[in-house]
DNA sequence: ATATAGAATGAGAATCGTTACAGATTTGTT
DNA sequence: AACAAATCTGTAACGATTCTCATTCTATAT
């Protein structure tokens, strides 16, 4: 099992909490750091087999989410969860609305630019503190289509 | 029971699925504009009370949902409805991350006409056919500021 | 190296939101 | 009123997730 730069610096995250990268929370890090968008727990059981057991799986998860390292997503009433935008880079997400299928989609930095620029003008006209955003853009897949 | 205009344009967007305007749907109808945000079953099951049965609430929901008058939102695994965007208007949300509520926020014209080119622009370089969208907007709410 | 304490694991039971089923009821039509 | 179709509702079933607790592992001190 190689160390990874991925795996050093979930390591180093880890350890700010004060919990350990065990052999299971890597693979579960190094399943998700394979595929394209959000996995839900039955996707991603299915990645890592019988090494990590779905009540494990399900554990690592929460300690994950809860160091900040993975982020959850909600569809049709089940969580998938991704590499935090810190690891994975920032990223919009292309929702199917027939298979439920979650894309992440980044997009070019003129388009980024014009997207912060109205994340700010909505801060401005609302009480909120923006921090981040996504635009969720609704439609049909390829697979779909 | 008065009938609101509300509930004529419901009304007739159910008469084209062919679905009767029932008094257990009007309930849940009134109980949704009542409300500011999206609520989950059991948030109106408070509302609405006896007069509509926990699996008949459940069963409403999913008829106005097919009918296109409701809209679900998914959060902590739980599903949040709220009257569609041709009822309730065209919105984006804001997520606090401290408190985890989603406040529905309008944006003026001119900024969702930049939306909708962004929008566009990401259809035109990915394999997806966009159909809707929002712009989630995480941050710090005013009560948690 | 070994002992020890705390962290992490794993198998199964329990819980939660939701859906499916089947019999009873209501509605519109004749 | 009589009928067929739509709707309703209590209960059972279901899948996703969380909980429990006995066991195993790991880091550290000795």
Known sequence: ????NL?????????EHEVRYTSGRKA???????????R??????????DSVPLSSLYRTL?????AGVV??????????YELAEWLAGHHHHLVCIDCGTID??????????RVEEIVTAIGDISKFRAS???????????RCA
Chains 1, 2 share one sequence.
Do not use: W, Y
Not at 1 to 4: A, L, S
Not at 7 to 15: G, I, M, N, T
Not at 40 to 49: H, K, M, P, R
């Open 1 to 4: 099992m190689p160390t990874t």
């Open 7 to 15: 795996d050093r610096r979930v390591e180093a995250r880890l350890a």
């Open 28 to 38: 579960v890090i190094q399943a998700l750091s394979e595929v394209e968008g959000p």
């Open 40 to 49: 839900s727990a039955a996707e991603l059981s299915e990645i890592v087999g």
């Open 62 to 66: 929460a300690v994950l989410e809860d």
């Open 71 to 80: 982020a959850p997503h909600f569809s049709k009433n089940l969580a998938r």
């Open 104 to 113: 992440d989609i980044a997009i070019p930095e003129t388009l980024e630019v």
């Open 132 to 142: 981040n955003h996504a635009l969720e853009v609704e439609g049909t897949c390829a």
